[in-house]
């Protein structure tokens, strides 16, 4: 008999093992606080990743104070070169003035030499847009002095136009920059209040997975900061969608520029090679201009002034015995010319290049904020009695297939988002150590779906 009942118990553990029993409610606990475990490291590495997130642009803030004390040199400097051309160019004025009559004779003539010229050049080369470059080059000259033509280096109102340009593109870089830093800002101290109150929740005789992290004792003792951070706007598709209509934007500036740029222009090579558009060639000089840089400021058609003979004679106009463009007067105008010019290259340099250094920087932001942002939506959730992840139900589904393992339907709560309901492959038993972790990074990866920053 007692054969029998040994060889009956035997039976039973053979089929308790084939055919796996529900767990009970004492095994939904252990497998919950096995999931609860796993999760908390999931938190703490995203945590540390937000960590590793905030120090990046800790160290674009550093760059960023470098880049405005260049920039603020480099303005001052620009300011004071176009100053001095200023200057200079009324003292030419007034020398001019003495033979105003016989100069503005002569500039009435060069006028219409140098449209007809520019637009006889572009024509030869370019396919399209030569009556849009005559009227621009007619509009160009009717606001520019006779004897600013033969004036080496940029016109003043260029320059200037340039100088607002700069800024206006500063303010706006600036203002992106503003955004990035406070989104940042705003994913980190959330993160640190998740810490906090996930530290506050921690049991005491369990080991706390936090007691290595970076503690923020005062964000509950202290006002928080309000931030202006985009992340939440639901128009906002991640930091690196912020700079990249302003790259395009500032190479439109920097392009229309060109023709005076000659340093920054891109040349043919000596197959005839080009990167944009057609070449057209100066009569006069090595220069050249492509036929788009011409449309984007026809001003560059000033250079073909030997082209006309009326525009020479202003050169040496004789003014009651005084040439004013053969005088000191004219080399300190070009002078000064050429350092506003320099320092405005170089403004644009310094732009360019944080603005580039912003771009590539918002990419690593948004990698972070892909993988790691989700731990700072968890600051404003609750945390029930039963934790921050439960297990609510286990049933193995049935199979027409006797060979084919049953899967298993599970139903879970995380945070404190509603229920969820999903499926783990037959193979993996619910006393396997591996199915809690698997149920909890399913769980976790539909709730990162829903409130991912970046999308």
Same mark, same amino acid.
């Given at each position: 008999?007692?054969?029998?009942?040994?060889?009956?118990?035997?039976?039973? %553990?053979?089929?308790?093992?084939?055919? %796996?029993?529900? !767990?009970? =409610?004492?095994?939904?606990?252990?497998?919950?606080?096995?999931?609860? &475990?796993?999760?908390?490291?999931?938190?703490? =590495?995203?945590?540390? /990743?937000?960590?590793?997130? &905030?120090?990046?642009?800790?160290?674009?803030?550093?760059?960023?104070?470098?880049?405005?004390?260049?920039?603020?040199?480099?303005?001052?400097?620009?300011?004071?070169?176009? &100053?001095?051309?200023?200057?200079?160019?009324? +003292?030419?004025?007034?020398?001019?003035?003495?033979?105003?009559?016989?100069?503005?004779?002569?500039?009435?003539?060069?006028?219409?030499?140098?449209?007809?010229?520019?637009?006889?050049?572009?024509?030869?080369?370019?396919?399209? /847009?030569?009556?849009? @470059?005559?009227?621009?080059?007619?509009? @160009?000259?009717?606001?520019?002095?006779?004897?600013?033509?033969?004036?080496? /280096?940029?016109?003043?109102?260029?320059?200037?136009?340039?100088?607002?340009? #700069?800024?206006?593109?500063?303010?706006?870089?600036?203002?992106?920059?503003?955004? *990035?830093?406070?989104?940042?800002?705003?994913?980190?101290?959330?993160?640190?209040?998740?810490?906090?109150?996930?530290?506050?929740?921690?049991?005491?005789?369990?080991?706390?997975?936090?007691?290595? %992290?970076?503690?923020?004792?005062?964000?509950?003792?202290?006002?928080?900061? *309000?931030?202006?951070?985009?992340?939440?706007? !639901? $128009?906002?598709?991640?930091?690196?969608?912020?700079?990249?209509?302003?790259?395009?934007?500032?190479?439109?500036?920097? $392009?229309?520029f060109k023709p005076y740029m000659g340093s920054d222009m891109d040349f043919p090579t000596e197959d005839g090679n080009v990167n944009e558009d057609v070449i057209i060639t100066k009569p006069f000089g090595n220069d050249k201009m492509t036929c788009r840089e011409i449309r984007r400021n026809s001003a560059g058609c000033i250079k073909l002034r030997e082209e006309c003979e009326k525009c020479k004679e202003i050169q040496h106009i004789d003014c009651s015995g005084k040439k004013p463009l053969e005088g000191?007067?004219?080399?300190?105008?070009?002078?000064?010319?050429?350092?506003?010019?320099?320092?405005?290259?170089?403004?644009?340099?310094? %732009?360019?290049?944080?603005?580039?250094?912003?771009?590539?920087?918002?990419?690593?932001?948004?990698?972070?904020?892909?993988?790691? /942002?989700? @731990?700072?939506?968890?600051?404003?959730?609750? #945390?029930?009695?039963?934790?921050?992840? &439960?297990?609510?139900?286990?049933?193995?589904?049935?199979?027409?297939?006797?060979?084919?393992?049953?899967?298993?339907? @599970?139903? *879970?709560?995380?945070?404190?988002?509603?229920?969820?309901?999903?499926?783990? !492959?037959?193979?993996?038993?619910?006393?396997?150590?591996?199915?809690?972790?698997?149920?909890? #990074?399913?769980?976790?990866?539909?709730? +990162? #779906?829903?409130?991912?920053?970046?999308?």
């Amino acid at each position: 008999m007692r054969v029998h009942w040994s060889f009956l118990g035997l039976s039973l %553990l053979y089929i308790s093992a084939e055919c %796996l029993l529900p !767990p009970s =409610n004492d095994d939904l606990q252990q497998i919950s606080q096995t999931g609860e &475990k796993y999760l908390d490291k999931e938190i703490e =590495n995203a945590i540390n /990743g937000v960590k590793e997130m &905030k120090a990046v642009m800790e160290k674009s803030e550093q760059d960023h104070k470098k880049f405005l004390s260049s920039l603020e040199e480099t303005k001052k400097q620009k300011e004071d070169a176009l &100053k001095a051309a200023q200057d200079m160019e009324e +003292k030419l004025a007034e020398e001019q003035r003495v033979c105003n009559d016989s100069m503005q004779a002569l500039w009435e003539e060069c006028k219409p030499c140098l449209k007809n010229t520019c637009i006889k050049y572009y024509s030869r080369t370019c396919s399209s /847009g030569s009556g849009l @470059v005559g009227r621009q080059l007619e509009e @160009v000259l009717n606001r520019t002095s006779p004897f600013s033509i033969w004036i080496n /280096g940029q016109n003043i109102e260029t320059l200037e136009k340039e100088d607002q340009q #700069q800024s206006q593109h500063f303010q706006d870089l600036e203002k992106r920059y503003s955004e *990035v830093a406070d989104g940042v800002d705003s994913i980190f101290m959330d993160s640190m209040r998740v810490f906090d109150h996930m530290h506050s929740f921690q049991p005491l005789h369990q080991p706390n997975p936090f007691s290595g %992290l970076y503690r923020m004792p005062s964000i509950f003792s202290q006002p928080t900061r *309000v931030y202006r951070s985009p992340v939440h706007d !639901p $128009e906002f598709h991640g930091f690196h969608s912020m700079f990249y209509p302003m790259m395009q934007r500032a190479r439109d500036i920097f $392009e229309s520029f060109k023709p005076y740029m000659g340093s920054d222009m891109d040349f043919p090579t000596e197959d005839g090679n080009v990167n944009e558009d057609v070449i057209i060639t100066k009569p006069f000089g090595n220069d050249k201009m492509t036929c788009r840089e011409i449309r984007r400021n026809s001003a560059g058609c000033i250079k073909l002034r030997e082209e006309c003979e009326k525009c020479k004679e202003i050169q040496h106009i004789d003014c009651s015995g005084k040439k004013p463009l053969e005088g000191p007067l004219k080399e300190e105008l070009e002078k000064a010319l050429a350092m506003a010019e320099r320092f405005t290259q170089e403004y644009n340099r310094i %732009l360019k290049h944080f603005e580039e250094e912003m771009f590539n920087t918002s990419k690593l932001l948004d990698t972070f904020s892909k993988q790691f /942002g989700w @731990v700072s939506s968890l600051a404003n959730r609750t #945390q029930s009695d039963d934790g921050i992840f &439960k297990i609510r139900a286990v049933i193995s589904k049935t199979t027409e297939d006797p060979e084919k393992q049953a899967d298993t339907k @599970v139903s *879970v709560k995380l945070f404190d988002e509603p229920e969820m309901t999903f499926t783990v !492959p037959g193979d993996i038993p619910w006393n396997d150590p591996k199915f809690s972790e698997i149920v909890a #990074q399913e769980a976790l990866d539909r709730y +990162k #779906q829903s409130t991912v920053v970046v999308k």
